[in-house]
């Protein structure tokens, strides 16, 4: 899943299709198509092929890396939308059961809820079992 992708492999100044970048670092285009949805933005959007600047895609790598490099803090969410490590919107916290159960006690799996402090998106972050618990 974490994948490094070598961003020395691309030029800032040229323009990629899918299909190329597909091929410069051997994967599927579907992965391609994914990070479009992730937030690569090609030059057009309506344009068919779709071509996304090497300055873009560069971004879009360093990001890609800088979070899953993050760790987050106690009090900390990943927020999907601001990419980056947020921490709770005051007062919008809150702890759920997520239905399953972890651990050979089987000790309920509980997971945190909140909204991004800045751009109030969704959060959830998986609490992890207590060992006091077991
Ligand atoms: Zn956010």
């Known amino acids: 899943m974490s ?3 070598n961003v020395g492999l691309i030029r800032s100044k040229a323009s990629y299709s899918i299909g190329e970048i597909a091929q410069l670092y051997s994967i599927d285009r579907r992965t391609c198509g994914r990070w479009l949805r992730e937030g690569l933005k090609p030059i ?3 344009k068919k092929p779709l071509l996304i600047m090497g300055k873009e895609l560069k971004k879009f790598f360093k990001e890609k890396q800088q979070s899953q490099k993050s760790k987050l803090n106690e009090d900390e969410y990943f927020c ?5 490590p947020r921490t ?3 007062g919008s916290e809150r702890i759920v059961e997520t239905g399953k159960t972890v651990g050979k006690n089987k000790v309920n799996q509980q997971m945190k809820k909140a909204k991004c402090r800045v751009c109030k998106s969704k959060m959830n972050r998986l609490i992890k079992v207590c060992q006091k618990r077991l």
């Open 80 to 84: 999907f939308k601001c990419r980056k």
């Open 3 to 5: 994948h490094k992708y």
């Open 44 to 46: 057009d959007i309506e």
């Open 88 to 90: 709770a919107y005051e």
